[in-house]
């Protein structure tokens, strides 16, 4: 008995056929797991990737410029949370998940903020799936996370200062044909100055509007009226641009510094009363107010310069400040010596021992450049007529061509007034109103790579 054990026990221990099934299931067991591994991370891989897809979708879609968060914004005059923003973002995280399935979503935090004019947006979440073959080896389920950031710069906030010269020059009939046909009318004279001490209708001015002629003052005022629309149609906030218009004075007798319409973010208003700019009226050549010096620079540009409060930021609270001056760059005023004279007596001469007639002073446009204000001018080019008053007085610092000359002390000042990349040379016939839209354009683009 004891003898055929012992060969049963042997021939057991010789015996190989079972070994590969054996070896096989003590390998499936890796193998399996191994593979079950990668089905889990691969399931869970793609429910992050579509959770981050609806968590940029959320960053980017609550500052977007049509979004309520961006809306929002826009009214806010202090730095802080855009709840409005933050409902947003929720509502656009859920809407890019709602048919994703096999997970639990743990957390989802949008936060919205605006700073100063920039607005950032953050959506994090996390959420976990339970796993099917991690499951052996004790790891239930899995945990994912992520994080989408945006940012956005809001349209800056920004005030428009018009400086309109509606002095007597700015009377002068606007193309060559208009001052051929005004002079004809006239008897010669190219001005058509708001003469109040003649009969109504008798005027030159009012002989310029009887006979359709344009002149300067009506290019100008077109020229305002379609730069209202055009701001109108560029801003993104409703009371994004502000408005306010100035001119020298409604009369000789009353000169000096008018608001025409004040600082408003109605601009519909501003076009309509950017359509009442009209021209200086006059008592008669020689008056008793102003003795015909009527463009006093060196009283206005002080005047103006107190008006304009100090720029910001170019938030709702605190805008950048803009001075858009159209004049055709001519000075006349009361001449007391080295003050009021932008040229000396020896370079050019003086109408009169008291009477100053020379390009504008340059340093008048400093003192308001100091304070952070950005200063267009849009140089009117002075159409010289026939007329001997020209020639003898304003010819000297205006040589060469009619329009623009590399000799004209007037274009030279005009763009020393003007702060960099500012300043617009045309004569009417080549369009102011396309020049104030360029320069408006020009501010908004200057306004970005400042702020």
């Known amino acids: 008995m004891r003898a055929e054990c012992r060969t049963i026990f042997r021939r057991f221990l010789r015996d190989r056929r079972g070994n590969v099934a054996v070896i096989f299931a003590i390998c499936c067991v890796p193998l399996i797991t191994f593979i079950g591994t990668a089905i889990d991370y691969s399931r869970a891989t793609q429910v992050r990737a579509k959770l981050q897809g ?229 008592a008669g050549q020689n008056d008793s107010y102003t003795k015909d010096k009527d463009t006093p620079f060196t009283t206005i540009f002080p005047a103006i310069n107190s008006a304009i409060a100090s720029p910001g930021a170019g938030t709702s609270a605190s805008p950048l400040k803009y001075l858009f001056f159209v004049s055709d760059g001519v000075a006349d005023e009361t001449n007391s010596g080295t003050t009021m004279c932008s040229v000396s007596s ?39 007529p026939t007329d001997t008053w020209y020639t003898t007085w304003i010819s000297p610092f205006n040589p060469g061509p009619w329009g623009p000359s590399p000799n004209s002390k007037i274009a030279q000042n005009m763009q020393s007034c003007a702060s960099p990349g500012f300043y617009f040379e045309v004569s009417p016939t080549q369009g102011i109103s396309e020049a104030m839209n360029a320069l408006f354009k020009k501010a908004l683009a200057d306004a970005r790579i400042s702020g």
């Open 346 to 384: 020896s370079s050019y001469p003086l109408a009169s021992s008291n009477r100053c007639q020379s390009p504008i002073n340059p340093a008048l446009c400093t003192a308001i450049k100091d304070r952070g204000i950005k200063i267009a001018v849009l140089y009117t080019t002075y159409q010289p």
């Open 54 to 282: 609806a968590a940029d979708a959320a960053s980017v879609g609550a500052l977007a410029k049509a979004s309520p968060g961006f809306a929002a914004a826009g009214s806010m005059t202090t730095d802080g949370t855009i709840t409005a923003g933050v409902d947003d973002a929720q509502k656009i995280f859920d809407a890019n998940r709602a048919n994703l399935t096999g997970y639990t979503l743990d957390s989802v935090t949008p936060t919205v903020v605006k700073t100063g004019s920039t607005i950032n947006s953050t959506v994090s979440f996390t959420a976990t799936i339970n796993t099917m073959f991690l499951g052996l080896i004790g790891k239930t389920t899995l945990t994912m996370s992520g994080t989408s950031s945006s940012t956005a710069n809001m349209p800056l906030y920004v005030d428009f200062y018009l400086l309109l010269d509606n002095s007597p020059s700015m009377g002068v009939a606007a193309t060559p044909t208009d001052i051929t046909k005004l002079q004809g009318k006239t008897g010669g004279c190219a001005f058509a100055c708001h003469d109040t001490t003649k009969a109504a209708g008798t005027s030159n001015y009012d002989i310029a509007k009887a006979n359709g002629i344009t002149t300067r003052i009506d290019v100008v005022r077109q020229a305002s009226a379609n730069l209202m629309d055009t701001a109108q149609n560029t801003q993104t906030y409703s009371n994004q641009f502000r408005m306010a218009i100035y001119d020298f004075g409604a009369s000789s007798a009353t000169i000096g510094l008018r608001n025409l319409f004040a600082l408003s973010s109605s601009l519909s208003s501003a076009k309509t009363a950017a359509g009442n700019i009209d021209l200086m009226a006059v």
